[in-house]
């Protein structure tokens, strides 16, 4: 029987949750797990997880670190780190992941050429997958399931989550294309526009997602998840004519909208970074 007729190898992408350790004080560590998941009501439940421990020189007790992430359904993976931190994860059955930087947007496009990658912090003013400047726990990076198509995606109550840098090694083009969705988007599903600017001409339901490496219009009332700049291009910006968004993040910083002010409610509005603090402002049009 020939090899090909039994497996084949595939390339993929994979969305994973990238969880930082700033500390090595595992009480610390699962003290702030506990609290985060408690917030995220189940959002991230069954998401694969990268554990980001390349800051850190202190030994970490990796089985006690993954077993506690099993128990609020998050996989572990992965993990970066380096030197005796490193060996020590791999015999802990971890295997090593190396995330690119996340690009900039093109200088002609008028945003910050080369930026740093966004580390995925929560908005102070809804501090909580992984998130404001200030806040302990999980950061979070990722990269979205599919190129320009709709997939099933996890129905939960609306809850902190971040995607950002992804763990594929591919580069982005030098010019970023414009990926346009003329139909509404249902519950459940979701679409990801790869290095790309995404429109979405039509509503985006509860319980849907829509998300791109570049900036993301919705042309019709957004009700379910927007995330922009999805590898880290800090200067990408949500828009949208009708606001009424679960959740908004941008370049991994993130904030769950559990009712939105009077004067943005159902208007247009614009989501955009100012340093780590995610801004949520009125537009006018």
């Given at each position: 029987?020939?090899?090909?007729?039994?497996?084949?190898?595939?390339?993929?992408?994979?969305?994973?949750?990238?969880?930082?350790?700033?500390?090595?004080?595992?009480?610390?560590?699962?003290?702030?797990l506990d609290r985060r998941m408690q917030d995220a009501?189940?959002?991230?439940?069954?998401?694969?997880?990268?554990?980001?421990?390349?800051?850190?020189?202190?030994?970490?007790?990796?089985?006690?670190?993954?077993?506690?992430?099993?128990?609020?359904?998050?996989?572990?993976?992965?993990?970066?780190?380096?030197?005796?931190?490193?060996?020590?994860?791999?015999?802990?059955?971890?295997?090593?992941?190396?995330?690119?930087?996340?690009?900039?947007?093109?200088?002609?496009?008028?945003?910050?050429?080369?930026?740093?990658?966004?580390?995925?912090?929560?908005?102070?003013?809804?501090?909580?997958?992984?998130?404001?400047?200030?806040?302990?726990?999980?950061?979070?990076?990722?990269?979205?399931?599919?190129?320009?198509a709709v997939q099933p995606a996890k129905t939960a109550?609306?809850?902190?989550?971040?995607?950002?840098?992804?763990?594929?090694?591919?580069?982005?083009?030098?010019?970023?294309?414009?990926?346009?969705?003329?139909?509404?988007?249902?519950?459940?599903?979701?679409?990801?526009?790869r290095h790309a600017d995404l429109i979405v001409l039509?509503?985006?339901?509860?319980?849907?997602?829509?998300?791109?490496?570049?900036?993301?219009?919705?042309?019709?009332?957004?009700?379910?998840?927007?995330?922009?700049?999805?590898?880290?291009?800090?200067?990408?910006?949500?828009?949208?004519?009708?606001?009424?968004?679960?959740?908004?993040?941008?370049?991994?910083?993130?904030?769950?909208?559990?009712?939105?002010?009077?004067?943005?409610?159902?208007?247009?509005?614009?989501?955009?970074?100012?340093?780590?603090?995610?801004?949520?402002?009125?537009?006018?049009?």
């Open positions: 029987m020939e090899a090909s007729s039994v497996l084949d190898f595939k390339s993929t992408t994979l969305y994973a949750i990238r969880v930082v350790l700033h500390s090595a004080d595992m009480a610390a560590i699962i003290e702030a009501a189940g959002f991230f439940d069954d998401e694969p997880v990268v554990i980001d421990a390349s800051r850190l020189e202190q030994d970490i007790d990796w089985p006690r670190l993954v077993g506690a992430l099993a128990a609020h359904k998050l996989p572990a993976i992965g993990a970066m780190a380096r030197g005796a931190l490193l060996e020590s994860a791999r015999a802990a059955g971890l295997a090593e992941v190396a995330l690119p930087a996340a690009p900039g947007r093109p200088a002609e496009a008028g945003t910050n050429e080369g930026q740093p990658p966004a580390a995925a912090t929560p908005d102070g003013e809804a501090a909580a997958p992984a998130g404001a400047s200030g806040n302990t726990g999980a950061d979070a990076a990722a990269e979205p399931k599919t190129d320009a109550a609306a809850a902190d989550r971040t995607p950002a840098a992804d763990i594929a090694l591919d580069q982005p083009p030098a010019a970023s294309p414009t990926l346009i969705v003329d139909r509404p988007l249902r519950s459940g599903q979701r679409i990801y526009a039509g509503i985006v339901s509860p319980g849907a997602e829509v998300i791109a490496d570049g900036n993301v219009h919705v042309y019709g009332p957004l009700r379910g998840r927007a995330i922009a700049g999805a590898r880290g291009d800090t200067g990408a910006r949500i828009f949208a004519t009708q606001f009424d968004a679960e959740l908004v993040a941008v370049a991994g910083v993130y904030r769950s909208i559990t009712a939105a002010s009077p004067d943005l409610q159902n208007r247009p509005a614009t989501v955009r970074l100012d340093g780590e603090k995610l801004l949520v402002e009125s537009l006018a049009i």
